[in-house]
């Protein structure tokens, strides 16, 4: 720009001025925005050399852009100089307004620091306005103040060097780089903003696809999903209500998906396991239970939540994981149905038979009213079951088809103590207190006092040998013997109740265990259970005949179950001698 007097200055040198300072405006990135800043200096504002330093995140600044001079671009461009050796720059010369002048008699003190600088040859000024190759003229760029200020924070600052008319810029050059270097901070304010702007929808982009691609891979993994999934609200009176299910989940129960959005889980689980649903956690809670199909059939399942946000702040769902446990589950009934039934006959082992029966008696012997004499624990326990019966009404003595013998009978001793005075609570345990105050809501399991029958009703223990049995596998093999147990076996399950025991406890000894009883009605059921086993079994067209010895014993609390199998087992001995050899067989 040649030197020009305000009054008059070209219009052409406005044109300029006004054309790069609209270039700075449109270029399309911060990088060319910078280089348009240097080269609008060199262009429009009449100097051979300008350099745009940026100041980093840091503090520094960087040599950001150079026009001018190839070589000196390649030396310096991306060099940095450090914030205290600008700042002392920018606080020596002359201050021109906003630009800061350096004459070459003060500048000679910064040519070892670190601000990268380039060094031009020339000779001497021979006036006093003539420029000096080492003469430094800086315009500092400061963001927008208020009003269009620059007063804001120090963007960076713009380095120019050798005026193409060899004098120090005047007055009109002065204002003209001054204003230059305010729109210069407006365009890389804007460059920046345009950049972020940039890389936070680049970055909202990228979220979005990745987004979408999680999304889309749920949905898949949802969908396709070998074992049942659902979507349930969470929280609120919808508590449970399924939103969504896969394919899977509406097979395994036989629904359609639009029917399932009509159900909570609670609707659908077995009715015995809804304390299991309502216990399991919402938060990554797991559960064994039965749901309902279709068909009104349960399936077993393993059902595990877990929760997920629609978003940061947005409700939140439970994602119903589905498992088909139906055939593990049947697995489990079958062992435990093994471990605790005779694999021959499917009857309850000797395990489950002590188990049963250990359940039925306690080890508390039974108390007597105050001043009654008692001789032994079994006297003791009849007198409390005799008062039991009478005063509790427990439904024991209800048999059906064991016969009208089978009915309550009062009993003398009861009769006589209630006669004496005493309550029918005289048999307070609470009041007496003692090691046994746990077995206190247990019902204690009685037995008749004496040979003849008193009316008790107690639990019978029928202890059973087959005769016979050995000589039926000596002549005709293991097979015929295994098909004889399994027709006893029958034979002993169909002649009793639905609430009484039949088991096998080994060999050719089985166990009736049937509760209620009177002795008329245990020896009634020996006789009949004795006949059913007699009648003519026929294996591999032969006709086979064993007989069968019957002891009856009897369990009342106090003793153990072992105790109550060697009874009967004495019983049924006493009971196969009573009889001749011959006739044991044949009955």
């Known amino acids: 720009m040649e030197t020009e007097s305000e009054p008059y200055v070209r219009l052409t040198t406005l044109r300029q001025l006004h054309q790069v300072m609209a270039d700075m405006n449109t270029a399309r990135s911060l990088a060319d925005t910078l280089q348009t800043v240097a080269d609008g200096v060199v262009n429009g504002l009449g100097y051979e050399l300008a350099c745009v330093n940026l100041v ?75 420029w000096h190759p080492s003469d430094r003229l800086f315009a500092p760029m400061y963001t ?41 901070a407006i365009a890389i304010s804007n460059a920046r903003l345009r950049a972020n702007m940039q890389r936070a929808l680049v970055r909202l982009e990228r979220e979005q696809q990745a987004l979408r691609a999680s999304e889309e891979s749920f949905r898949q993994a949802f969908e396709y999903a070998p074992s049942g999934m659902a979507i349930a609200e969470m929280g609120g009176d919808q508590h449970g209500r399924i939103l969504r299910t896969n394919d899977a989940l509406c097979r395994l129960l036989g629904r359609p998906a639009s029917a399932m959005r009509r159900y909570a889980f609670s609707d659908l689980v077995h009715p015995e396991d809804i304390g299991t649903l309502l216990r399991t956690s919402a938060e990554g809670g797991r559960a064994e239970l039965r749901l309902g199909r279709r068909d009104g059939t349960y399936v077993w399942v393993s059902l595990r939540n877990s929760v997920v946000a629609d978003a940061a702040d947005g409700p939140r769902f439970l994602l119903t994981h589905v498992e088909d446990i139906e055939e593990r589950k049947r697995r489990e009934l079958q062992l435990a ?28 012997p039974q108390s007597l009213p105050a001043g009654a004499a008692v001789d032994s624990a079994d006297s003791m326990n009849a007198a409390f079951g005799q008062f039991g019966e009478q005063g509790t009404g427990d439904g024991h003595g209800e048999f059906g088809e ?4 089978a009915a309550r009978l009062p009993h003398p001793s009861f009769d006589a103590y209630e006669a004496a005075g005493h309550g029918a609570h005289a048999f307070d345990f609470h009041a007496a207190g003692g090691p046994y105050d746990a077995f206190d809501h247990h019902v204690h399991t009685v037995a ?11 639990l019978a223990v029928l ?10 596998n000596d002549r005709f093999g293991h097979n015929a013997g295994d098909a004889v147990l399994i027709e006893v076996a029958r034979r002993l399950s169909r002649g009793v109740r639905d609430g009484d025991t039949v088991a096998r406890l080994g060999g050719d000894e089985f166990v009736v265990l049937a509760d209620g009883l009177g002795r008329a009605d245990a020896q009634d059921l020996a006789v009949r259970l004795r006949n059913e086993i007699i009648q003519p079994i026929r294996v591999d067209g032969r006709a ?11 369990a009342h609390c106090g003793m153990t179950a072992d105790e109550v199998l060697k009874s009967a087992d004495e019983r049924m001995y006493v009971e196969k001698r009573s009889r001749p050899r011959q006739h044991r067989r044949a009955g």
Not at 463 to 472: A, E, Q, R, V
Not at 546 to 551: D, R
């Open 463 to 472: 202890f059973c040998d087959l005769d016979g049995f050995k000589s039926i």
């Open 402 to 405: 064991y016969g009208a013998d």
């Open 544 to 554: 086979m005949r064993v007989g069968a010895s019957f002891g009856i014993g009897w």
């Open 56 to 130: 980093r995140p840091d503090g520094d600044l960087v040599v950001a852009a150079l026009s001018g001079n190839s070589a000196a671009e390649a030396l310096i461009t991306g060099r940095v100089g450090s914030r205290a050796s600008w700042e002392r720059r920018l606080s020596m010369g002359e201050a021109w307004g906003d630009l800061r002048f350096i004459p070459h008699t003060e500048g000679w003190v910064l040519d070892e620091d670190d601000v990268p600088q380039w060094y031009t040859d020339g000779p001497a000024p021979r006036f006093e306005d003539e």
């Open 144 to 184: 927008p103040g208020a009003g269009g200020a620059s007063c804001g924070e120090l963007l960076g600052v713009v380095s120019v060097d050798r005026p193409r008319n060899g004098r120090r810029p005047g007055a009109w050059g002065r204002e003209a780089l001054q204003m230059y270097a305010f729109q210069a």
């Open 337 to 364: 149905h093994r471990a605790s039934h005779d694999a021959l006959t499917g009857l309850p082992n000797s395990a489950e038979l002590r188990s049963r029966l250990s359940a039925r008696i306690c080890q508390r």
């Open 448 to 458: 008749p006092e004496d040979e003849r029958d008193d009316g008790t009703k107690g």
